[in-house]
């Protein structure tokens, strides 16, 4: 069976189309994703009414793309899915009613999926024989924590942000440097070119518990560009990316062994970044814990992990109705044990 799935909830429009299940394995056959980062670049940040509406203009273009590189029409496609929660209104919008309006001309079932749950899904795209329970380290823009995962649609937060996401903060230091938007893939980038033993950041709340908090972080690159304004980029970016890294690692093999977990997961856009991948390996490798980590186009937003979520929510809980909604909030407490 085929799954046709819709992301729009931030400034991603995409499209995908799965084969099989969670259960059964998966086969991606398209995951067409087209940026809206060049349209907010001026402002520095998500624009919602510019973002909804380029989904509304990429939504047919996007589709037709993903239908033509998976080879298929509308006829093989058994089911709907489309970002439902959280997200921008506006941008959540122009899917829920595309996902809906395609499930009404084909005449099968709509499914609306959280947001979060896809990008924990993401994960079981390239591993279908994964055996739960796992934790899952979920870093993106607008969330930080580390969830149990303990069944499929049974998930406990075992860690979350007392402040800022771990996305946040590396948009908003880059931000700060000048270094333009989105921050995270910058910072990335330009580390590679700095020396990350140059500053010795704080690494806040390790060895107490598994919470996180990256304002302090945050501020404290400020604080030390004020006092060295001569400090290289690349060095700040390089030392920056080391100690967000070094939190996020050592709290996952921390609640991997709290939970008594089978394997350490990575999901969203943060997991994207280079240096936490390679350290999230070796830390995992050096502790004897199977890491998994989703290739860089499924931690990102993308619309192969929310048909996947579909595929396994259609089984679990049937089709949406098509008077549901789309809701801004609220993922964490409809989600989350
Ligand atoms: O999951 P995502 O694409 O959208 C949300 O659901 O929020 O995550 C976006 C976040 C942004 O804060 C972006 O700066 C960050 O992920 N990000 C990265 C990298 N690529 C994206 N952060 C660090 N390194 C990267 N390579
Ligand atoms: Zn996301």
Not at 179 to 193: N, S, T
Not at 303 to 326: E, F, H, N, T
Request: charged share 20%; with cysteine.
């Amino acid at each position: 069976m085929l799954t046709l799935g819709i992301e729009t909830s931030c400034d991603e429009t995409s499209v995908a189309i799965i084969e099989g299940d969670a259960d059964s394995g998966m086969t991606v056959l398209s995951n067409v994703i087209s940026s809206q980062v060049a349209l907010h670049a001026e402002a520095g940040g998500v624009v919602p009414e510019i973002a909804s509406r380029a989904h509304l203009t990429m939504m047919e273009p996007v589709l037709a793309q993903a239908l033509a590189d998976a080879g298929v029409t509308g006829k093989d496609i058994g089911a709907v899915a489309a970002t439902s929660e959280p997200g921008l209104i506006g941008a959540l919008l122009v899917g829920v009613s595309a996902g809906k309006a395609l499930s009404v001309a084909w005449n099968v079932p709509y499914v609306a999926v959280n947001h979060m749950e896809g990008h924990l899904f993401a994960t079981l795209l390239e591993n279908p024989g994964l055996e739960l329970p796992v934790v899952v380290l979920l870093v993106s823009g607008g969330h930080t924590m580390l969830v149990a995962m303990d069944q499929l649609g049974s998930y406990r937060v075992v860690g979350s942000t007392i402040d800022d996401a771990a996305g946040e903060a590396f948009d908003k230091v880059a931000r700060y440097l000048g270094l333009g938007y989105p921050g995270g893939p910058v910072i990335d980038r330009l580390a590679k070119e700095g020396d990350a033993k140059a500053i010795r950041f704080p690494r806040a709340l390790v060895g107490n518990g598994l919470d996180f908090s990256f304002s302090g972080m945050k501020t404290a690159v400020i604080n030390y560009v004020r006092k060295h304004p001569e400090a290289e980029n690349a060095d700040l970016a390089a030392s920056f990316q080391e100690a967000v890294v070094d939190v996020l690692v050592a709290k996952t093999i921390e609640a991997v062994k709290v939970t008594g977990a089978n394997a350490a997961c990575l999901g969203g856009g943060v997991a994207a970044n280079s240096r936490l991948r390679e350290r999230m390996a070796q830390a995992c490798k050096a502790e004897g814990i199977p890491a998994f980590i989703p290739g860089r186009e499924f931690c990102t937003d993308n619309a192969a992990m929310i048909a996947a979520a579909g595929a396994w929510r259609l089984k679990a809980d049937g089709p949406s109705g098509l008077d549901s909604g789309a809701t801004p909030s609220g993922g964490r407490s409809t989600l989350f044990a």
